[in-house]
């Protein structure tokens, strides 16, 4: 009896943790801006990782930026509504959003979001990103 019940537990600490394991590192946005191959996954259920490849770097690679410790907000509402994750590392915030629905400007046919690069409170660069 006893060695049914082990087998029990050990087989239901292996299923959570293959469960946890598939929770971990899920790609949730990636793109390709003018310069760069942009991946954000989670490395927690709240907690996003980013990572930048410049072209034509292959994703495969090590990336030439990571950042860690990203936080995701909601704003917006309906077709106007948007996933914005934002980075910091130092005095440079990334901070991209999923969508161009609602823009002032004409981004490409292609664009599904935008890359803002801010320097010491300063946008420096802007990148639509494209699928």
Known sequence: ???RLLLAVIFAISSHQAIAANQLEHIVFTCKTSKHTILIDTITANTYRYRAWNLPKSTH????????????KYEGTG????????????NVEFNLDDSVNCSEEWPPKEAIGNLYVVV????????????
């Open 61 to 72: 690679l090590k990336p030439d930026m990571e950042v860690l410790d990203g936080k995701m």
């Open 79 to 90: 077709i106007c509504g948007s996933n914005i994750y934002s980075f910091k590392t130092g």
């Open 120 to 131: 010491g409170g300063n946008e420096k660069n802007h990148y639509y990103c494209i699928k």
């Open 1 to 3: 009896m006893q060695y």
